[in-house]
């Protein structure tokens, strides 16, 4: 068993609770709380598991971290859902210059777009959109971002999380599951490398995105009339 244990860390397959990484070693989210929550924010590099439904706002989750985006740097988008709004991506503040959309003809195609473009070193953020993925294929797209300095970011859908072959955690860097909210979204990290999981808690993106979130209804308090004593 400790042998087994062993190959596993050398794999990079077990992660410690006694490993620490420093904040120099994340870029922030665009997200006090969510910062905070991450102790430092986005990995530098490394793979980034976002499980939810799509048309939640799961975008509207790492447009901020992307308008920070280093300059000289893409911003791709491989099989998104749909096609991007350019207008939506100027009102957020992202240079539509420095934005790539790929649309691959299967899913082989995809992760080998996502991988060159990682290893590139011309991209800051990849952002993938795959159904199924396998242990391999989340190690190949690990290695292609530290070689790059680049970070990858995988959209999974609650569908997907049944599958049979999709039972087991995949080895990313981070893990998060999104849930609608009204405020904004609810997330819960369910795996952080160098870290432990945090319980469920609700991210407001009213001030970002106003239209977009509903806050909470004042109670209507309707005042009795005083009894006059008699």
């Known amino acids: 068993m400790y042998e087994l244990i062993e190959k596993l860390k050398q794999k990079q397959l077990v992660w410690q609770g006694s490993q620490t990484q420093y904040h120099n070693d994340y870029l922030p989210t665009g997200f006090e709380l969510l910062d905070q929550k991450l102790e430092g924010g986005f990995p530098k590099c490394g793979v980034v598991e976002l499980q939810s439904v799509s048309g939640i706002g799961e975008l509207r989750l790492l447009l901020p971290h992307i308008k920070h985006n280093r300059s000289d740097q ?113 997330i819960t990290i369910t795996k952080r490398k160098g870290g432990w999981p945090q319980g469920s808690f609700v991210l407001n993106m009213s001030q970002l995105w106003p239209s977009l979130t509903l806050m909470p209804e004042t109670p209507v308090v309707i005042p009795f009339p005083l009894m006059k004593q008699g």
């Open 74 to 186: 893409l911003s791709v988008f491989i099989q998104p859902p749909g096609y991007l709004c350019a207008e939506q991506l100027h009102h957020a503040g992202i240079d539509s210059n420095k934005v790539l959309l790929l649309y691959p003809n299967n899913a082989k195609e995809a992760l080998w777009a996502a991988e060159q473009c990682l290893k590139s070193g011309a991209c800051s953020n990849v952002c993938l959109w795959i159904d199924d993925l396998e242990v391999h294929h989340v190690r190949r797209l690990q290695v292609a971002s530290e070689a790059g300095d680049c970070l990858s970011f995988l959209f999974k859908t609650q569908y997907q999380l049944a599958q049979v072959n999709n039972i087991f955690s995949l080895p990313v860097s981070l893990s998060m599951t999104l849930r609608p909210n009204p405020e904004g979204l609810e």
